[in-house]
Nanobody, 123 residues
Framework: QVRLVESGGGSVQAGGSLKLSCAAS????????MTWLLQAPGLEREAVEG???????AYRDFLKGRFTVSEDRTKGIVYLEMNNLQPDDTAKYYC?????????????????WGQGTHVTVSA
């Protein structure tokens, strides 16, 4: 069982930045996939960026490089740094853990979910 706890969400103005954190306990090992997903109001949850046990990352093209996933295995934390935030980025952001990082930043199989953290971007 892996417990995931997200933090770092909040409200910012367009053009601002936030850095989300996902503390995993225990931190996955061996062939893992850690991913960040967003769910905008009224829409389905979708992956935005992920990282695997080899340090390889994948992301959605529409982000145009504005978001960056990273991890600190010593602290057991996965981060999502979000820059130049826009109102369309307003959503609840979730951290998830599973197996096999895929194109687009998701995991082919998700075994664990965090509770999510809200991000609100005002114009």
């Amino acid at each position: 069982q892996v417990r995931l706890v997200e933090s770092g969400g909040g409200s910012v103005q367009a053009g601002g930045s936030l850095k989300l954190s996902c503390a995993a306990s225990p931190y996955p090992s061996n062939n893992y996939c850690m991913t960040w997903l967003l769910q905008a109001p009224g829409l389905e949850r979708e992956a935005v960026e992920g990282i695997n046990g080899n340090g390889i990352t994948a992301y959605r093209d529409f982000l145009k490089g504005r978001f960056t996933v990273s991890e600190d295995r010593t602290k057991g934390i996965v981060y999502l740094e979000m820059n130049n935030l826009q109102p369309d980025d307003t959503a609840k952001y979730y951290c998830a853990a599973g197996k096999v990082l895929v194109v687009g930043g998701g995991c082919a199989r998700i075994n664990y979910w965090g509770q999510g953290t809200h991000v609100t971007v005002s114009a």
